[in-house]
Structure formats: structure tokens, C-alpha cells
């Protein structure tokens, strides 16, 4: 057992320690002004409840100039209706139906690569419908990009959670984007594997995007904060992230059944693989997890004081290093203690999609049914 917890202790120190790195290696950028366009390009699918705020904040970046293109992607509320009524009062704002979807693609990166052709900046700023952009986001995001040279620049938003649900699932993002990237590593290297985004927020030079084929090139996919990255870096271009949490705000979901819906979608470009979720389930459930239950069999008698001992000091360093991302990148510090429970529900996640694309091989997402790597 004294062996058992001593591993649980490295698997705990793992995350510790890139997270103690990278905290210190994602800054956010600074605005600078700029000549520029830069293209904010929204798609939007029976978004009413969002897409007002978020047009609203888009159109009050400064430093920059913008303009504001929404795809209207078949929806059936008023999504469309919010916008024009905006448009009408700023010209900056375009509402563009997206056409019908061809066999192949998957909706989000139909409806990014449609806006993409008709957006005249240097740079495309892609966000999501409930995403709200600070005045100084666009103009921070082309600044980094300049000065780093990067082609694609990404950050993930502060999160809000107003639910338990949303608070035992959103966390886990930015837990191993910061707690398991080497991000000295990913911007020392092209490697396509180190690439990383969040599809909430990411801005691509017009030049590159164009290139490497945009989001034509992973037209099938579900999760394109992974394939974008890595698309560009397979060409040769830098991808880079920075602290998102000052530049945007975002409340991904509402309640614990769109959460599991939203991260079963990603899952299945993410860990859930064969072979990848076994490593991960060691990772997770090893450092995060069983200190936890090594703790609960030495209170109740079942282990040495050693095994205790050793089993406390990861659960101090599993808490410490969620507790230090939680702060930095200010979410709801209710959602510390809840750690534990928010690593089983990301491992339940992914394995019940492991195990479904087995039966199913399908995804669902936004009324539109996918086949897994395929044609919707």
C-alpha cells in the first residue's frame, strides 16, 4: 500500500509542477493599437439568448479596427431578428446566412469557413455565440501575435458557473490545459501534438488560414481547438496561447445535462481513444482521485500511518494545485473543494463516450447528427 500511495503522490506532483510553470509562462497580452482589420466571426445556431450581449461587447473593441460578421446558421429563433436590429444601428455588423450543410462537414466549421470567405481583416478573430469579448481582447490577441510571430493565438475565456452541474465539469478545462501542457515546451517546438487552442476564442492570421486550407481542411471535425492548432503547425506556423480570463467571459452551458451533452461531443477527439484514455484515467484518477480513498482506508483504520501520511500529502498537493489555477484564472472558488468529484465526472464522460462510440459511432450535437471522423 506504502507503494500505492507513493505513486498516487508523483501522479499528483506531475500536474503540480507544470502547473507551478505554465501559471507563470501565460500572461496576458498587452493591447497595443493597430492598423489592421481584424474580422470577429460569430457562428451562431439558435443563439437568442447570447447573441445580443455578444455582438454588443464585439462591437465595443478598441484599438483595432473591426468588423462584426455573424453566421446565421439555420436557426429557427430570433437569432437572426437580434442581429439585424443591431446592424441597423452599426455598420460594422454583417448577418450572413450560412448555406445548407454538405455532406462531409461537421456545422461549426461549415459555418467559420463561410465567414471566413467573406471577412476582409488581416486577421480572423473566431469566437463563440456566448462569448463576451473585453474592449481590449482583439487588440491584446493581434499584438501577441505580432510579437511572437504566431499564426494562430488562443486563450480560454474566465468561465462562469452558476449550477453544480456546470461547477463538477467546466473546471476540468482549464485543470489540464494548464496542469498537463508543457507550454515551455509547445512554444520551443512545432510539434502538430503540442498544439492547443479553445475553440471559444482563437485568432488566426488571414494568410496562414488560408493556407493550410481553414477549417475546410478539418471540415469533419467536432473539435476544431485541437485540429486547427495542429493543422498549422504540420505547415510550419507557430500556434501560441495566452491567459484568456481577462479578455473574454463565457457561460458554456446551463446545468449539469448540457455539460455532459457539450464535453461528450469533444470527447470524441479528445482522451476518448483506446489508447489514450487509459493513460489518462491513470493520470487522473491516480493523482486526483485515490489519495482521496487512501485517506478515507487510513481514518478508518485500513492502512499504516505511513500510507496515511504519504496519501495526505497528495490530497495537500492535489487541492493546492487546483486552488492556485482556480484563483489565477478566476473561477468560483466553490469549485475547489469539488475537485475530486470533477475528475470522476470527466473520466465517467469519457469513458461512457469511449464505450458508446464502440455501439454507436455517432455524435449528436446542435440537432444535427455526426458519424464519428466521417460525414455528418
Not at 133 to 161: F, I, K, N
Not at 282 to 300: K, Y
Not at 301 to 322: D, P, Q
Request: proline share 6%; aromatic share 4%; hydrophobic share 50%.
Amino acid at each position: 500500500m506504502l507503494a500505492l500511495a507513493l505513486i498516487a503522490l508523483a501522479l499528483a506532483l506531475l500536474p503540480a509542477a507544470l502547473a507551478a510553470a505554465n501559471l507563470t509562462l501565460l500572461r496576458t497580452p498587452e493591447a497595443e493599437p493597430g492598423t489592421g482589420l481584424v474580422s470577429i466571426l460569430i457562428p451562431a445556431r439558435n443563439e437568442a439568448d447570447n447573441i445580443g450581449p455578444t455582438v454588443r461587447a464585439a462591437l465595443a473593441s478598441t484599438d483595432v479596427p473591426i468588423e462584426v460578421l455573424v453566421g446565421d446558421d439555420h436557426s429557427t429563433d430570433a437569432t437572426a431578428a437580434l442581429v439585424r436590429e443591431v446592424a441597423a444601428g452599426d455598420p460594422r455588423l454583417r448577418l450572413l446566412p450560412v448555406p445548407s450543410l454538405p455532406e462531409g462537414w461537421t456545422g461549426k466549421n461549415h459555418a467559420c469557413a463561410h465567414l471566413a470567405e467573406r471577412a476582409r481583416g488581416e486577421h480572423f478573430l473566431f469566437i463563440d455565440a456566448d462569448v463576451r469579448l473585453e474592449s481590449d481582447a482583439a487588440a491584446a490577441l493581434t499584438a501577441h501575435a505580432r510579437r511572437t510571430g504566431s499564426a494562430l493565438v488562443s486563450g480560454v475565456p474566465r468561465q462562469r458557473m452558476e449550477s453544480l452541474g456546470e461547477r463538477l465539469t467546466v473546471p476540468m478545462i482549464n485543470f489540464l490545459l494548464v496542469g498537463y501542457l508543457p507550454v515551455a515546451m509547445m512554444r520551443a517546438s512545432l510539434r502538430p501534438s503540442l498544439g492547443a487552442a479553445c475553440g471559444q476564442l482563437v485568432l488566426v492570421t488571414r494568410a496562414a488560414y488560408e493556407a493550410v486550407g481553414g477549417h475546410g481542411a478539418i471540415r469533419w471535425s467536432l473539435h476544431d481547438g485541437v485540429h486547427l492548432p495542429r493543422l498549422l503547425r504540420r505547415s510550419g506556423h507557430r500556434t501560441d496561447l495566452v491567459a484568456g480570463q481577462a479578455l473574454a467571459t463565457c457561460r458554456m452551458y446551463r446545468g449539469f445535462a448540457a455539460a455532459w451533452a457539450g464535453f461528450s461531443k469533444n470527447a470524441h477527439e479528445g482522451m476518448a481513444t483506446p489508447r489514450a484514455l487509459p493513460v489518462w484515467t491513470l493520470l487522473l484518477f491516480g493523482g486526483q482521485v485515490l489519495p482521496w480513498l487512501l485517506v478515507l482506508a487510513g481514518l478508518a483504520g485500513l492502512v499504516s500511518g505511513t500510507v496515511l501520511a504519504v496519501a495526505l500529502a497528495a490530497v495537500v498537493v492535489s487541492l493546492a494545485t487546483r486552488a492556485a489555477i482556480t484563483l489565477i484564472v478566476h473561477e468560483p472558488m466553490a469549485t475547489i473543494p469539488l475537485h475530486p468529484a470533477a475528475v470522476l465526472v470527466a473520466l465517467a464522460i469519457q469513458w461512457n463516450v469511449l464505450l458508446r462510440r464502440e455501439r454507436a459511432g455517432a455524435a449528436t450535437w446542435k440537432g444535427r447528427n455526426y458519424t464519428i471522423g466521417g460525414a455528418p
